[in-house]
């Protein structure tokens, strides 16, 4: 049972980037699914969160309308499309299945010129 971020990176501001997070040993299209980013200092910030059939998502104020929150439960993964990047978005991003208590190992985001 296990979830894997990759997608981050180095992304200058204004620019895009998608974060992949991919589910095994469980029945993935039966969860809830939600992203995190944390800053070092601080605690860890809900970034979205989405039903699971996919037709729910919420977003947080700081993120809204840049950021959009996707799955394919055919494919077991979950996506964040992150465009209009600032610096402040600048954090590790996890994905989480609270249904689970399950944690992936995060994947980098630094925005930066």
């Known amino acids: 049972v296990q979830l894997v971020e990759s997608g981050g990176g180095l992304v200058q501001p204004g620019g895009s980037l998608t974060l992949s997070c991919a589910a095994s040993g469980f029945t993935f299209s039966s969860y809830v699914m939600k992203w995190y980013r944390q800053v070092p200092g601080k605690e860890r910030e809900l970034v979205a969160s989405i039903s699971n059939s996919g037709g729910f998502t919420n977003y947080a104020d700081s993120v809204k309308g840049r950021f959009t929150i996707s799955r394919d439960n055919a494919k077991n993964v979950m996506y964040l499309r992150m465009n209009s990047l600032k610096s402040e978005d600048t954090a590790v991003y996890y994905c989480?299945?609270?249904?689970?208590?399950?944690w992936g190992q995060g994947t980098q985001v630094t925005v930066s010129s």
């Open positions: 989480h299945a609270p249904g689970l208590s399950l």
